[in-house]
């Protein structure tokens, strides 16, 4: 069974910082390419960032300089290490892995930014 559990949400402050985990089990991690998403309330859930198997890395133009997308194939883990937050970019965030013919999500952690 294919499993993504996404951790290290919460409440931030505006240009505070806060690091998501993905941890994947189920799945040969290292033969997928990881995503980030997120979604804020009534917009459409948008990539902000992805690393490939070989560790190359993209990024929305929005997060580009203070995201930063890495992972560790030893843990079957992806994070999402993300600075100097905005309010605007309150929204739930999902994990995403894409293989050849199929995907999957997580469920999604919280990210508020709020003062």
């Known amino acids: 069974q294919v499993q993504l559990v996404e951790s290290g949400g919460g409440l931030v402050q505006p240009g505070g910082s806060l690091r998501l985990s993905c941890a994947a089990s189920?799945?040969?991690?290292?033969?997928?390419?990881m995503n980030w998403y997120r979604q804020a309330p009534g917009k459409q859930r948008e990539l902000v960032a992805g690393?490939?198997?070989?560790?190359?890395?993209n990024y929305a133009d929005s997060v580009k300089g203070r995201f930063t997308v890495s992972r560790d194939n030893a843990k079957n883990t992806v994070y999402l290490q993300m600075n100097s937050l905005k309010p605007e970019e309150t929204a739930v965030y999902y994990c995403n892995v894409v293989f050849v013919v199929e995907e999957y999500w997580g469920q999604g952690t919280q990210v508020t930014v709020s003062s």
């Open positions: 690393i490939m198997t070989g560790g190359s890395t």
């Open positions: 189920g799945i040969i991690f290292s033969n997928g390419h």
